[in-house]
């Protein structure tokens, strides 16, 4: 049987990080690999090291191999016998398990001195700061049948054109971590381009035109949807990608499927959701899982759009929950850079949309918003976003981050809008009904012979108006 060994290495923890991992056939080295990770806790190091293990072996078509760490938490969690505390961590336990399905595994907790070489390896990345690095680097996937070298080169000089222009911070199309399911290269686009237009025309992306943002159906046109914060979530961070010479397809990718799995009538829509499902033994429901779940398994039929690991962790990631914008920046690092413009574009544009949207259906006028907050951002929608974006590209290094007086407002307009508006009594008034909704869809769902989990990838890929009509039918 082959032995794997993996090896995760933070230097600050969070600090700069990288993975290191190795396949040995009795004394024969048969692989090895060392990839710089950017800023990383330790436990992401270790996941991001095993994840190179296990997806390498995958690619060898191995049927059986011990997977050797110096992580008893990791190896723990992998073998079911430690949970996973925190959100972020589970997810990436998740996918390890996902590149370990097929083949049997054995996770064996080693001391450290036994796992030299791994270690070395990623603290090697982390010394030359280098993008993944193989032996034995994979050979050139296969090409779908009728492409021509003309086409073909196409896609290599865009990736090509990556390496020489993009930063040291950035993913690399030509570098991706794959897909679930190996597949074809496309001779045009590179895999974050193909995941991009997969987003684009897939149902959910365009069933987000008639799912809540904030206002419950409102009266007005101009009023937000959950698309249109997508594309202003998404505009917003391929400007700042740009900028800091980041992959703009990845970034574009992540931001169009961020929302995919969101409920209809916004989060007192997945508020109510949430607290159904619970009752019915499934764990906490909540919209960035439910946008894995859906271009993981949902979307094409119940195949899903099979995207890159990097899209993929990109989604699930973007979620900062209802913290303070400065605490959201306390959260674990996305596993890309890329994902974390998006996390931070995200905020860029609902707190500067939800305070046009309630300013234009009149639930507060200019003159309640903060004063700080217009002096130091700007008076109107879009100096707003230029100050936040232009402050987001001047600050950040290694990681994303804001200045000091501009995050200081930033936070003082998430206050505001939350006691002024989330909180205001006209949209609070409309949550008894939305959870009544919720809760009859999600109950007919279980009396139509669905499970739990189906109810709820049900309930929750309804728009606002077809949620409206099906609660309508059923008390008809």
Not at 242 to 254: G, H, Q, S, Y
Request: proline content about 4%.
């Amino acid at each position: 049987m082959l032995i794997g060994y993996f090896d995760g290495a933070s230097r600050g923890n969070p600090g700069k990080a990288g993975a290191g991992a190795c396949i040995v056939s009795g004394k024969a080295l048969v692989w090895e690999c060392a990839e710089y990770l950017g800023i990383k806790t330790n436990n992401e190091a270790e996941y991001a090291a095993l994840a190179l293990l296990l997806a390498e072996a995958r690619r060898r078509g191995v049927t059986e191999i011990e997977a050797r760490g110096d992580s008893k938490l990791v190896v723990s969690q992998m073998k079911g016998e430690y949970k996973a505390k925190t959100p972020h961590i589970a997810v990436l336990r998740d996918e390890a398990r996902r590149l370990a399905e097929g083949m049997k595994v054995k996770f064996t907790w080693i001391p450290r001195e036994e796992n030299k070489q791994a270690d070395a390896l990623s603290n090697k990345a982390i010394d030359d700061e280098v993008k993944p690095v193989a032996e034995n680097p994979p050979a050139p996937k296969k090409d779908a049948p009728g492409q021509n070298t003309k086409k073909l080169a196409l896609r290599e000089t865009i990736e090509a054109r990556e390496r020489e222009w993009l930063s040291a911070a950035a993913a690399l199309a030509s570098k991706s971590k794959g897909r679930l399911r190996d597949e074809p290269e496309c001779p045009i686009r590179t895999v974050f381009q193909r995941d991009r237009d997969r987003i684009i025309h897939s149902k959910s992306f365009r069933r987000l035109k008639h799912k809540t943002q904030v206002l419950f159906l409102p009266e007005s046109d101009h009023t937000r949807t959950r698309l249109t914060h997508t594309l202003e979530v998404a505009q917003i961070a391929r400007t700042i990608a740009r900028a800091l010479r980041l992959n703009e397809d990845l970034t574009e990718a992540i931001a169009l499927g961020h929302d995919l799995g969101h409920t209809p009538f916004g989060h007192a829509g997945e508020r109510a959701l949430r607290a159904v499902a619970a009752e019915h033994g499934l764990p906490p429901f909540h919209h960035s899982y439910q946008s894995l779940r859906v271009v993981d398994v949902l979307e094409r039929g119940g195949h899903g759009l099979n995207l890159t690991w990097e899209v993929r962790m990109g989604i699930v990631q973007h979620s900062k929950g209802q913290v303070d914008v400065k605490d959201g920046f306390a959260l674990a690092r996305p596993s890309s850079t890329e994902a974390w413009v998006v996390r931070v574009s995200d905020s860029i544009a609902y707190l500067n949309h939800d305070l046009g949207d309630a300013l234009g259906s009149k639930l507060i006028s200019v003159s309640d918003v903060p004063e700080g907050v217009l002096a130091v951002l700007g008076r109107t929608h879009s100096k707003r976003i230029n100050s936040l974006v232009s402050d987001v590209i001047e600050r950040s290094g290694e990681t994303i981050a804001f200045s000091e007086p501009i995050l200081e407002q930033a936070e003082a307009l998430r206050r505001f809008l939350f006691e002024r508006v989330y909180l205001n009594d006209a949209i609070k008034a409309e949550e008894p009904k939305i959870e009544r909704i919720i809760r009859a869809l999600f109950e007919n769902a279980l009396r139509g012979g669905l499970t739990p989990r189906e109810a709820a990838d049900t309930v929750s890929g309804m728009t606002d108006r077809y949620a409206v009509n099906m609660f309508r039918n059923m008390k008809g």
